[in-house]
């Protein structure tokens, strides 16, 4: 491609991000500096909406970016390295409402998001989940009342099972004393895909009336410690679409809106976590119906050993790319740190 006509194409990408009109050549030849006239800007238009860059407006003669157009400037900005740093003086604040040791994980990624949401006026997401569960560190069955207890787990990777477990009998203190000696001899330190054999063995230790209870110990553990419902999602500025002229049609923002209405869409959407990459899609690229006129862009985070997620946006494919990526990858190396 002609260097003029990148140039077009990214000034015409400029000018829609800032301004949300259509663009025309006279405006083009006015607001931005190229040596060329009007006529001379159409015809590289043309050539620029037949490689499939641009698309036509469909109440004036303006013209817009395509979702290939804008793959194309991403790309660009990308490969040249002009994705441009923070400041040190802002990411030092932020290092700060960042510091691990003085918050826990699950407010750091909540003080994450809502600051990503506020950086880009975009709707901000972040799905985080525990690493996969490899052994029990402690265990312990306590009594709530005759025929109910309460079963509490600790597994390595910091998660914890609280989970009531109803009797058809009341269970009595020695009982009960003796079963949480057994448990925790034979269940502290076992690797998961030890438990069911574990348990298996323990039969012949346990009273009969108590081994539909070791049962049911035995699922808890093991769908709790299976369990993807234990991603936490944090969505956070939804109400920032409205900085978009788009969403001056109710219609249109209610649409959107409505996509944060059920978190499985994010959850399938932040599921690839082996990516460590950022990953940008682009309207018609993003593999969900509900977000082909949208782009999302995520970066994974490791905040500590055992926690992993994504952070992220979603919005409008208009969006000021430069921006946003530079603030979501400081957002993301600060939750690295």
Known sequence: MK????????????????????????????????????????????????????????????RLPSDKGYRLFVDYLLENGLISAFDSDKSQNMRRLMDKRYHNASDIIETATKTLAKMTNLTAVSVSFKKDVSKIINIELMKVSENVLLLIAIFD??????????????????????????????????????????????????????????DIVGKRISNNAKDELNRDVRIEGIGNIFNFKEFDDLAKAKEFIKLFDSKDIIKDLWSDIDNESLVITIGEENPIEQLKETTVITSYFDIDENTVGKIGIVGLTRINYKEVIASIKMISDLLNE
């Open 3 to 62: 260097d003029r006509r990148m140039q077009i194409l990214f000034s015409i990408i400029d000018s829609y991000i800032f301004k949300g009109e259509p663009v025309g050549s006279k405006s083009l030849a006015d607001d931005y500096s190229f040596d060329v006239s009007p006529a001379t800007i159409r015809n590289d238009m043309s050539s620029l909406e037949k490689k499939g860059l641009l698309k036509k407006a469909h109440t004036s003669s303006g």
């Open 157 to 214: 990777n910091g998660l914890i099972l609280n989970d009531q477990i109803f009797l058809d009998y009341p269970m009595n203190e020695d009982d009960l004393d003796l079963l949480n000696q057994i448990l925790r001899k034979d269940l502290v330190g076992a690797n998961i895909s030890d438990i069911p054999t574990k348990l298996e063995n323990l039969r012949g230790e346990i009273l009969d009336s108590y081994i539909r209870l070791i």
